[in-house]
């Protein structure tokens, strides 16, 4: 019988525990914050953003929120940056992309300081994860380890693959599968025979973006399916990567959209907050 695998309560397990270590630094002297840059009025940022703010407050984290024109300046963006590295109050810092066209995202983001890029999307904190390094991990690809893991499963052994190559998801997912012994395959849009190489995967990580790429001829008989991928289809209803309502019945455990990896982006940004602080 296929295990659904269910993020927001796996989320919810990992923010309680969130919570009780947030209350022992609070009694300790010490509040762990996270500041939020929001530059325009992108809706989809904006409830980013929100859900966010939702997550900290849980949690017991404090949130600032710095919410900018539209026609915010590199110059000014840059300037909140750096002060932000300077408040040693700041454990966090998170700049919502997408950034209005003007502004250079990669400049922007690699002025945030190692010690609270949170994201874990500096080349530092890549670079880290690449080398078995301590640093922070992304969060989408955290969350998935966390997914697996909590729900039961053993990565150690396993044939991974990763469908899916962006510098933030497919890369560091292909580190982390690698750090817990799997052994990893990623795919991507130039792939050859794609189908052959999924169906190997014991363990199949879809982070392609295009919507209901993977379907049951690309998996493997009791897989375990991860779907990273969120779109709004014709129909208006979100869907992923993956084919659920296809491949549901030939997977050991499967992923959802939405209520799946979804959630548990947030909860490891959380996770990645409260470590900034206790370091």
Do not use: W
């Amino acid at each position: 019988m296929t295990v659904l695998i269910d993020g927001k309560a796996i989320s919810n397990q990992i923010k309680n525990e969130l919570k009780e270590q947030t209350a022992d630094l609070k009694a300790r002297g010490i509040t762990p914050c996270l500041a939020v840059i929001l530059v325009g009025k992108d809706p989809a940022s904006a409830v980013y953003v929100r859900n966010k703010k939702k997550a900290c407050e849980y949690v017991g984290i404090e949130s600032r929120s710095y919410e900018l024109d539209e026609e915010t300046t590199e110059e000014k963006l840059e300037a909140l940056i750096r002060s932000l590295n300077a408040d040693d109050t700041v454990h966090g810092i998170l700049v919502q992309l997408p950034l209005p066209k003007h502004l250079n995202e990669e400049k922007i983001t690699g002025m945030i300081s190692p010690k609270k890029d949170v994201d874990g999307f500096l080349p530092e904190s890549i670079g880290a994860l690449c080398l078995g390094k301590e640093g922070f991990r992304s969060c989408t690809p955290e969350g998935v380890i966390e997914l697996i893991k909590r729900s039961g499963f053993d990565i150690e052994g396993k044939e991974c693959v990763v469908v899916g190559r962006s510098n933030n998801v497919g890369k560091p997912m292909a580190f982390l599968l690698l750090q817990e012994n799997g052994t990893v395959t990623i795919a991507h849009s130039r792939t050859k025979n794609l189908k052959e190489i999924t169906r190997r995967a014991d363990i199949l990580v879809a982070a392609a973006g295009k919507p209901r790429l993977i379907t049951e001829e690309y998996v493997k008989e009791g897989a375990i399916v991860i779907d990273v991928g969120i779109h709004r289809g014709e129909d208006g209803k979100l869907c992923g990567d993956v084919d659920f309502d296809r491949v549901k019945e030939k997977t050991a455990a499967i992923t959802p959209v939405p209520g799946g990896v979804g959630p548990m982006t947030v909860a490891m940004l959380m996770y990645n907050c409260v470590e900034a602080a206790r370091k």
